[in-house]
T-cell receptor, first 111, second 113 residues
Framework: DAGVTQSPTHLIKTRGQQVTLRCSPK?????VSWYQQALGQGPQFIFQ???????QRGNFPDRFSGHQFPNYSSELNVNALLLGDSALYLC??????????FGPGTRLTVL | GEDVEQSLFLSVREGDSSVINCTYT??????LYWYKQEPGAGLQLLTY?????DMKQDQRLTVLLNKKDKHLSLRIADTQTGDSAIYFC?????????????FGKGTRLSVIA
């Protein structure tokens, strides 16, 4: 049984560009949450998707958007990239009333 | 408000016990978690405890919860070099795995052989 998978592993972009990160949840999970982990910090909650809708959102600007597909996989989009968006982006999946399990993350570097 | 605090560094000798501490402020927290992160990797769930429990043991791991002081600790018995990593304490403030996790900044555990 595959766990949570994310792609790509690493990504380098320049300021002002747009990026899309992808996540496939663990089998049987229906909820996907995205977190941003800056260097030396703990993960910060971006948003959560359930039944293809954004259910909760953390303190992130509208440049951060997402989508969930009928197969429960999810995308995180970031527009107008800033240097400060450089971070490890973590996806976590869960099933109702279950614990969140994390993927390996996507390392985004903005130059 | 929600805030999770951890000490940043801990160094122990191989074979000793490690104790990693965490304090939280949200009095409505119901689930408290410990995650492990190795260099360049994602988060691995180690264990969790419900706020109506005082202690949970899982092989080499023991979690202690003091609800009065809002203090959580993780004890690793017989610490090995493979335990070297960053350990994150996290809380959720509703009784569901579908609520956001609030993390501390992590404690970097270094195990000296």
């Amino acid at each position: 049984d595959a766990g949570v998978t994310q792609s790509p592993t690493h990504l380098i972009k320049t300021r002002g560009q747009q990026v899309t990160l992808r996540c496939s949840p663990k089998s049987g999970h229906d909820t996907v949450s995205w977190y941003q982990q800056a260097l030396g910090q703990g993960p910060q909650f971006i948003f959560q998707y359930y039944e293809e809708e954004e259910r909760q959102r953390g303190n992130f600007p509208d440049r951060f958007s997402g989508h969930q597909f009928p197969n429960y996989s999810s995308e995180l989009n970031v527009n107008a990239l800033l240097l400060g968006d450089s971070a490890l982006y973590l996806c976590a999946s869960s099933f109702t009333s279950d614990t969140q399990y994390f993927g390996p993350g996507t390392r985004l570097t903005v130059l | 408000g929600e805030d999770v605090e951890q000490s940043l560094f801990l160094s122990v000798r191989e074979g000793d016990s490690s104790v990693i501490n965490c304090t939280y402020t949200d009095s409505s927290s119901t689930y408290l978690y410990w995650y492990k992160q190795e260099p360049g990797a994602g988060l691995q769930l180690l264990t969790y405890i419900f706020s109506n429990m005082d202690m949970k043991q899982d092989q080499r791991l023991t979690v202690l919860l003091n609800k009065k002081d809002k203090h959580l600790s993780l004890r690793i018995a017989d610490t090995q070099t493979g335990d070297s990593a960053i350990y994150f304490c996290a809380e959720t403030y509703l009784n569901s795995g579908n609520t956001p996790l609030v993390f501390g900044k992590g404690t970097r555990l270094s195990v000296i052989a």
